[in-house]
């Protein structure tokens, strides 16, 4: 999401910049400073800066320079007026000279006037700043496809990273589920070394299928192997994946938390602390994807 665009064009007498910088953010908030005579463009503006952008926040700053100002500077007799009066009746008071100054009236707030020409022809200068917007646009867009590229490739490698460690973990599962039952079954031998009698294969059975049920991590590692399947397509059909992968790393981080809780096998604990980090990195660089 983040980004930056200087373009700039000379016109019919003035010229034409147009500042777009971009950086992160949840929702889309686009901010626009030009003219205040040119303020019926804003309108204009956020819907072209939303057509290019999704998400982030988007400052474009548009700045006219003219080559002879458009302004119409007139004198405030009225206000001049009141404030000789004034100064004349302070002169008296103190017994001082009263001698006021053209140069001393000209200091005073609101002798002068200036406003831009109201006959301003806006059509000419709206025709001249649309093709440097555009242009500017669309740096803007090619500058955070550079930087685009950069975070997609560390999100790959970093989930690169989770799916070698579901592998690992994956690798495990049987050796895990095995333990389990040899566990449950030394467990019958022990009562019935003393408590002579034969063993009830099918308690055996029952008793193991809960132990499997609370510690075996085969389901979740069957969603977190699909979360992560559904992670790399969405990068690929979506131009602008951001929130569903922001929802998909949730759901990762779910179900790798689950299998971390489930296990105490050593090998199993290490892919977890690896898959963790390697999402956290995942989810510091979603901050930049649209």
């Not at 040119?38 to 819907?47: F, K, M, N």
């Not at 004349?88 to 001082?96: E, H, P, Q, Y």
């Not at 700043?129 to 685009?148: H, I």
């Amino acid at each position: 999401m983040t980004g930056f665009a200087l373009k700039e064009a000379a016109g019919p007498g003035f010229s034409v910049s147009v500042e777009i910088k971009g950086c992160n953010g949840r929702f889309l908030e686009v901010s626009v400073n030009a003219p205040a005579w040119l303020s019926g463009i804003e309108a204009t503006v956020r819907q072209t800066v939303a057509a290019v952008c999704g998400r982030g926040r988007v400052d474009v700053h548009i700045r006219i320079r003219e080559a002879v100002p458009v302004m119409r500077v007139t004198a405030n007799v009225a206000v001049a007026r009141a404030y000789a009066s004034a100064i004349s009746d302070l002169a008296r008071a103190l017994g001082i000279d009263d001698t006021i100054d053209i140069p001393t009236l000209l200091k005073m707030d609101g002798v002068l006037e200036a406003e831009t020409d109201p006959e301003r022809d806006l059509r000419r200068y709206r025709a001249a700043l649309e093709p440097v917007l555009k242009d500017a646009l669309a740096a803007f867009s090619a500058e955070r496809a550079r930087e685009g590229a950069h975070t997609e490739a560390d999100v790959l490698f970093s989930l690169g990273r989770i799916e070698a460690a579901l592998a690992v973990v994956a690798e495990e599962v049987p050796t895990l589920e095995a333990a389990m039952r040899e566990s449950v079954a030394a467990k019958f031998r022990e009562l019935a070394v003393e408590s002579p009698g034969p063993i009830d294969e099918n308690r055996i059975l029952a008793e193991t299928a809960l132990l499997l049920t609370r510690h075996t991590v085969a389901e979740e590692l069957s969603r977190l192997s699909a979360h992560l399947g559904e992670f790399r397509k969405e990068t690929e059909r979506n131009e602008r994946p951001g929130k569903k992968l922001d929802f998909l790393c949730q759901e990762i981080g779910r179900e790798i938390n689950t299998v971390g809780s489930k296990s105490t096998m050593i090998r199993v604990s290490r892919a977890v602390v690896e898959m963790k980090d390697a999402l956290e990195n995942i989810r510091e660089q979603l901050r930049n994807v649209e």
